[in-house]
DNA sequence: AAGCATGTGTCCATGCTTTGTCAATAGATA
DNA sequence: TATCTATTGACAAAGCATGGACACATGCTT
């Protein structure tokens, strides 16, 4: 582990001197770079040829040996390209104007360095939960809506919303969260959701979509999610919230010449009222019109939904899929 | 050498949110301009060939280095055109006139309002209402930020948000108007809301209310109104939204520091539970924090709500000069 | 009502930039 | 000797520049 030390004295007329030197003065091979930096060989030569980057010492057989310092830099670096920095334009900056433009990132501040998305995402989840205990809402909201710029809104939703929703909802199950924290949640998501539906362009003739939780669904969450998933599948949107009447939504539905009519059913599961309440709908809605259900708690009580004319969607993917089908 | 910029991506619920981030000297590629401002690369071109917008340096390529000003006036340009502004008047602006022209300073906001203008608030109201009928969400949500874009805060509020609730509320209650028109137009109202809320600056020390209805009051617009309003007085938020238990209202605000709780009592008018919850939750607060309530139903029960500690403001304009005596 | 002008977001085709990666060859290290 | 590392030169994918064109809505004119 700790082989490469001796190297480095091997190198320079440092023999003797080890007592003396303090580990800020060490100097690490390429290997030790390659590993703390996760920047591969050729990258770190190339940026050191093409943008002297660093200047690393030389051992005497003229190998690399780089200094602390150095892979600090190198670090912010791959920090800083990773937020789409050109790295031509960035090399010769200081470190304090790395750090500068880091705070300005739309990455997640902190952190141990990794490139893939999905551990980005991880982390962004990890923040945002932190945010919502803390009430820390204009931090949960800059999460999500940095979030919301680097990947596909199905992602966004799938990979980071979706899951922040389930772990609250979980906590709070639990009661290790409050109502107030979830409603704030909610709040949080609502605004992003809808500053992301605003940006997705639907052309004019675009199908329409009416969205909206059954009579008795007093949780909205889904439905919104669903209207995101929609509106990312380019429909237009007639979006109605939570806990209403089958004949309120054939009505909006007519009156807007919908072409499909999205449900969401999270919470009771067991409501006896539900599967009337959509055979009804089902009735009122031309035949022409899908009705999709989608939501936790569909799945529970698929077969019924079936026998009542609908489709059961059982995940957001199911759903993407099927919008996009229909469309 | 570092200067500081204004941050405006200040949404609904902004507790926790940086006030200020440190601008650097570096520039920055395209790509990071998109993911900042959410431009398309075409937008972005486009609007510096036609209207020379921004004139951001070149690499020794030929790509287009932005600096931080420029991010900023680019965003500021999305937000003014957004608001239905064109490009081509408002792209040679300077940076002040942007941020007046989405402060909504370009008219007075205070006093009456003109006749011309009041003539078109009556017009814009007939308008958004003649949307909501047909279920016409897009229109509802143009009107209502083209008005945003003319008149303050206060009298987009008072003169056209608050009577058009009132009116469908009105129509709701007689039965000429479905739970889905009153669903529909709460959606696209909110939407409105938040997205005017983005701009009202709150200053780095700005005191801090918390918005909610309490258990029992499932109406959420009164809430979303009051949250406005107080964010046009410069307060800091934490939205919580509707029904909650006085023992979590009262947690959050003291996790948060806040300086006032304001509660919103629409419907029932006549729950039993409501006093006492009021009492519980003036108790479990600090002596210095404002308990505001305000709402349609407030001023019924005004005697209950004075006697549990409360104070009662009767209208939205109540409750701006109170919080602003507040602040 | 139909037609025309204008404003504006988007798309396309072609060519240049940027940058990560690789190959070949040679030297260093353990 | 086996494994790293250095150097140079080259390549290719992704991104960007540019001018032009198109689509679509708005509003004005006939």
Redo the contacts between chains.
Sequence with gaps: MHKYLDITWTGFSLVGMEDHITASAARHPMRVVIQRTGLSPDVLRAWERRYDAVQPDRSGGGQRLYSDADIERLGLLKRVTA????I???AS?PVE?LR??I??E?LPPAGPASDAESERLRSDLQHAWD?VE?????????TL?RAA??VHLSSLIEDLIAPLLARVGERWHAGTL????E??A???I???L??VN??AVSRNGAPLAVV?TPQGQRHEIGAMLSAAVAASEGW?L?????D??A???A??AL??GARAVVLSIVYPADDPQLVPELSRLRHLLPELVSLLVGGAAADACAPQLLAAGAEVLPSLPALRLRLGALA
């Design positions: 937020g789409g920095h050109n031509s334009q960035v900056l104007e500068a433009l705070q300005q739309t945010a803390r009430f820390a809402m204009g931090d949960l909201e800059a809506r710029m680097r409050s109502t107030a924290h409603h704030a909610t709040a949080a609502r605004s992003v809808g500053w605003e940006s909206a237009r007639l979006y109605l919230g939570a209403l009447p004949a309120d939504i009505r909006a009156t807007v």
